[in-house]
């Protein structure tokens, strides 16, 4: 398949559609991975955003970690007005941080109630609103409900497959627990990164005695995207990446 049968759209977010190689195809499922605070939601909303605002994709939000107030309030901060998208009917989110979550406890003493609960809710949902763009942040509490990791894959591969389908271009995050998977050098691979189309990992590197943020494209079926590893800052903007200048791992 060569990139111009992909059907590559751009993300609206400037640097970041240049090191995607243009964007991303409609419908793939990519996964965002990184470790704590290194601006995987922010990132994740942006994508949401700027496809609401610049390309009129109606977007969906599932978050399992951080109740939508508290999101809302973070969000505010970059000037990004997830309730107003709400109230417009543009953003729909699923909030399964809170009370979904307790309720899909209660159905699962047996797991498997619980895991077509939120599939079918997330898919019931892009169908629904004819959903573009879709964030899952993070995929890791979505795996926790299956029993096992045939179950995961198989039913990752389902949703992955429904999602192509419906055109609903996909950002899961992923939290990177273990410091072996944010290594730069040798990094460290998943089941979620084989069944994705796609993997962009956020890293957070001490360079020269302080910290800076870095993103890299590990993986892009099909598609020529750039293979270096990418400053890029958070700013009162949101996610800022820097496309000339390098990162001098000589420092490191
Ligand atoms: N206005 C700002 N200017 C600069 N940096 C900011 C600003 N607002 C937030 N940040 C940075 O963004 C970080 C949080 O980003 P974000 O929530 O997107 O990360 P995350 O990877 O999703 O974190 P988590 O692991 O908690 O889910 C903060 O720790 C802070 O360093
Ligand atoms: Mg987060």
Same mark, same amino acid.
């Given at each position: 398949?060569?990139?111009?049968?992909?059907?590559?759209?751009?993300?609206?977010?400037?640097?970041?559609?240049?090191? *995607?190689?243009?964007?991303?195809?409609?419908?793939?499922?990519?996964?965002? /991975?990184?470790?704590?605070?290194?601006?995987?939601?922010?990132? +994740?909303?942006?994508?949401?955003?700027?496809?609401?605002?610049?390309?009129?994709?109606?977007?969906?939000?599932?978050?399992?970690?951080?109740?939508?107030? +508290?999101?809302?309030?973070?969000?505010?901060?970059?000037?990004?007005?997830?309730?107003?998208?709400?109230?417009?009917?543009?953003?729909?989110?699923?909030?399964?941080?809170?009370?979904?979550?307790?309720?899909?406890?209660?159905?699962?003493?047996?797991?498997?109630?619980?895991?077509?609960?939120? $599939?079918?809710?997330?898919?019931?949902?892009?169908?629904?609103?004819?959903?573009?763009?879709?964030?899952?942040?993070?995929?890791?509490?979505?795996?926790?409900? @299956? /029993?096992?990791? @045939?179950?995961?894959?198989?039913?990752?591969?389902?949703?992955?497959?429904?999602?192509?389908?419906?055109?609903?271009?996909?950002?899961? !995050?992923?939290?990177?627990?273990?410091?072996? !998977?944010?290594?730069?050098?040798?990094?460290? @691979?998943?089941?979620?990164?084989?069944?994705?189309?796609? !993997?962009?990992? *956020?890293?957070?590197?001490?360079?020269?005695?302080?910290?800076?943020?870095?993103?890299?494209? *590990?993986?892009?079926?099909?598609?020529?995207?750039?293979?270096?590893?990418?400053?890029? +800052?958070? $700013?009162?903007?949101?996610?800022?990446?820097?496309?000339?200048?390098?990162?001098?791992?000589?420092?490191?």
């Amino acid at each position: 398949m060569s990139e111009g049968s992909l059907n590559v759209k751009p993300t609206g977010i400037t640097n970041f559609d240049k090191i *995607l190689g243009g964007g991303l195809p409609a419908g793939w499922f990519i996964a965002l /991975r990184g470790g704590a605070g290194v601006g995987k939601t922010t990132l +994740a909303i942006q994508f949401l955003l700027e496809g609401i605002l610049k390309y009129h994709d109606p977007g969906l939000l599932v978050t399992f970690n951080e109740p939508l107030p +508290a999101l809302n309030a973070i969000m505010r901060n970059y000037g990004w007005d997830l309730q107003g998208l709400q109230d417009m009917g543009e953003l729909s989110v699923l909030d399964f941080s809170s009370t979904e979550m307790g309720i899909m406890q209660q159905a699962s003493r047996l797991r498997e109630a619980s895991l077509d609960y939120v $599939t079918q809710k997330i898919i019931d949902e892009v169908r629904r609103l004819g959903v573009n763009r879709l964030v899952i942040d993070p995929l890791n509490t979505f795996s926790l409900l @299956f /029993r096992d990791l @045939f179950e995961v894959r198989k039913e990752l591969h389902r949703v992955i497959g429904i999602l192509w389908q419906e055109k609903c271009t996909t950002l899961a !995050v992923y939290e990177n627990t273990d410091d072996a !998977v944010t290594d730069v050098q040798n990094p460290q @691979f998943s089941t979620e990164d084989f069944l994705s189309y796609g !993997v962009i990992n *956020l890293q957070y590197m001490l360079v020269n005695s302080s910290r800076e943020r870095a993103i890299e494209i *590990l993986k892009m079926r099909g598609m020529n995207h750039s293979k270096r590893v990418h400053p890029f +800052a958070i $700013t009162t903007k949101g996610i800022d990446i820097k496309v000339d200048k390098p990162i001098d791992f000589s420092k490191r």
